[in-house]
């Protein structure tokens, strides 16, 4: 069981973890945990660190480049399953610079030197701020 004073997060994780070595499930990679528990990667890695600190989890990592890992549950003792992170695609930029690069999302389209370039202050400077417009108090 964690800790009383343990963060939601930390509880939230230690129970899937829980719950995936109790039915013999593979573990959730961190890119699930976030999208289920709707909190960021850095939460979920710190929450499994704290629960590898105070003995509630081990973790086994058996091939470092695909990231297969699997969570031993001391209070269980059973591990659960391998889960593997899939590995980020390539992909092409969105402003035609024709450069590839790794994206980890559909949400990710700028390779790293356009996101540079088109930073807010050059966007700003190139199409006009849309904040800026005033409106007529007549709905004109």
């Known amino acids: 069981m964690t800790k009383p004073n343990s963060s939601p997060s930390i509880k939230w994780v230690y129970d899937i973890l829980h719950e995936a070595a109790r039915n013999g499930g593979n573990a959730p990679t ?3 945990f976030t999208e289920c528990l709707q909190i960021n990667r850095d939460a979920v890695t710190r929450a499994i660190r ?5 003995g509630m989890v081990e973790t086994e990592v058996h091939n470092t480049r695909a990231k297969q890992r699997r969570y031993y549950i001391t ?4 591990w659960t399953g391998y889960c593997e992170e899939k590995k ?3 992909r092409d930029c969105i402003t035609g610079c ?3 690069f790794k994206s980890e999302g559909p949400h990710h389209r700028m390779c790293p030197r356009c996101r540079l370039d088109k930073s807010p202050h050059r966007f700003i400077q190139e199409f ?10 007549g709905g004109a």
Request: proline share 0%.
């Open 30 to 32: 961190v890119a699930q």
């Open 50 to 54: 704290i629960l590898r600190d105070d």
């Open 75 to 78: 209070e269980l003792g059973k």
């Open 88 to 90: 980020r695609s390539t």
């Open 98 to 100: 024709g450069s590839k």
């Open 128 to 137: 006009g701020n849309m904040n800026g417009r005033v409106l007529s108090a």
